[in-house]
Structure formats: C-alpha cells, structure tokens
C-alpha cells in the first residue's frame, strides 16, 4: 500500500468527504426521474456508450442516479442499506481510499460499457447494480461476521451472503455471453484491485477484525474497571463506589501497586520483598 499511502499524501486533499451522502442526492433525484419520467433517463441519462462517444459525456455521471429497485418501498430500503454500508467502509479506510475504491468502480462502468459497444457494436445498458455489489463485497471482506436479517426474519452473516452474491456472478461469467463478462469483470475491478492490494496492509480484513475485537475487549475491560470502581483498598477492599468521600493514596514504602484508604494510609503494614500482601493476608482474616 505504498503507492496508495503517496498518493493520500499527494491528493487525499482533494476526496470528497461523506460521498455517500452526494450519491443518495443522486438517488433521490433517480427516483423521482423513474416514478415522473423513466423514458427521460433512457434517451438523455442512461449510460450509452454509443452517445457517450458522439460527445454526450455527461452520461458517465448521469447514470448513477438510477436507483436500486423499481419500487419506492424497496428503494428506501436499498438506499439506507448502501448508505450506512459506504459510510461504515468510509470511517474505516479513510475518505481518500474510500473516494478511490468508489470511483474505480464508476470507471469501471464506463469502461465496460465502452469495451462492450467497441468489441461488440452493441449497447450494453449498466445501472449502480455492480457498484453497489462491490460496496457491499467490500463491507462483507471488512466485517465478515456482521448480521443481517433476510426478509427481516432470517440472520445470516455478510460472508455468506456475500459468498451467495460472488456464486451469481461466477455462473453469470460461466455461463453468460461476452458482453456480460465485460460488465462483470470490468465492474467489478474496484473489488478485485481492493482485495490485491490489502494484502498485507492495515486494510486487511484479517487485520481490521484483528482490531476489532481488541477494541471490544478493550471495552469490557474498561466498563468492569468501572464498575468495581478505578480505587481499591489493599487492606479493606473498599473502593469510591462504597463511599465516594474516601481518598486512596500509594504507600511509597510498600514494594508494588498497593493503594490505601485514609483509613489503612498510616496503618497498614509495609510490603517489602519477604512482607505478605496486605490483600492476602485480608482474605486470609475473611476464610
């Protein structure tokens, strides 16, 4: 990941921070367009590599704005969906990478469909069907456990609904024609490029889990200091969840981590290398 750490430094001025939020502009737009007037995005919007070449280069933006579905409801829900997961993916790699991961994918698009009318002479029509795949493949290799609940009732983790997604693509490369392996691979490429290159980076998926459990653990561990209290007795056990007035001091004189209430500051008895700890020999006096 050197290269892309360069180019961080070089250009990550320039990554449009919360991008997700722009693309969900583009949808609400998309949606309005495909519920008033979808016959307009197909003759001036829909990504036409054909009029693409005859000088119509706003198409390689325009298309982006169909939305995921052909219902307003499932739209909603599509959205929201694609919303959090770029937003999720965008926390954890940092807008630049995130900024290049998405717009690779829209290149990806462009060139697909350009590949396809050059080699085949036909007009292949892609939507954000594939971009929206690869920001989800991208969530499901970063957080591989995450649950979600199929046709709201059904848990299933992302790596096998991933998993189920890449077989659909395998058998569409398989099986397909040449066109629709041009727009798989091509599609794709942001993907592909992503799992080559975090290898052995901090974007590794292994790495990212790796974190976050210790996160997590981290977190345990600071809400049970919490709660039996940052300040403990050596000698009576108390801490300032017993008695938030009490004041607990080091004994310079004891050897190790013994912390003391006023009460057993002066009193208790030194700890040296031979010397019982005063927290032993309390539990000793308690059996």
Request: glycine content about 6%; hydrophobic content about 45%; some cysteine.
């Amino acid at each position: 990941m050197n290269f892309m750490n360069k180019m961080e430094r070089k250009f990550g001025r320039y990554a449009i921070p919360n991008l997700m939020y722009y693309i969900v502009i583009l949808y609400a737009v998309g949606v309005l367009v495909q519920m008033m007037a979808p016959a307009f995005y197909i003759q001036y919007l829909m990504l036409d590599a054909r009029a693409i070449l005859h000088g119509q280069i706003w198409r390689v933006v325009t298309f982006m704005i169909w939305p995921p579905s052909g219902s307003l409801f499932f739209n909603l829900i599509a959205i929201y969906l694609y919303y959090n997961l770029g937003m999720t993916l965008e926390r954890v790699w940092g807008t630049f990478r995130f900024n290049v991961y998405f717009f690779m994918g829209v290149i990806g698009h462009v060139l697909a469909a350009l590949l396809i009318y050059i080699i085949t002479g036909q007009v292949y029509i892609l939507t954000t069907d594939y971009l929206n795949f690869s920001l989800f493949f991208a969530f499901a290799a970063t957080f591989p456990e995450m649950q979600f609940y199929l046709f709201f009732v059904l848990p299933i983790k992302a790596k096998y609904l991933a998993l189920f997604d890449g077989l659909y693509f395998v058998y569409g490369f398989l099986f397909g024609g040449m066109s629709q392996r041009i727009a798989i691979v091509m599609s794709l490429l942001n993907f592909i490029v992503y799992l080559f290159m975090s290898r052995g980076s901090r974007l590794n998926p292994k790495e990212i889990r790796r974190k976050q459990v210790f996160h997590s653990q981290m977190r345990e561990a600071q809400k049970t200091a919490e709660k039996i209290g940052r300040h403990r007795c050596a000698v009576c056990g108390r801490t300032e969840e017993d008695d938030p007035n009490l004041v607990f001091r080091y004994c310079s004189k004891c050897e190790g981590d013994y912390e003391y209430c006023q009460d057993h500051l002066y009193t208790h008895k030194h700890v040296t290398k031979g010397g019982m700890d005063p927290r032993q020999a309390n539990s000793n006096q308690e059996a």
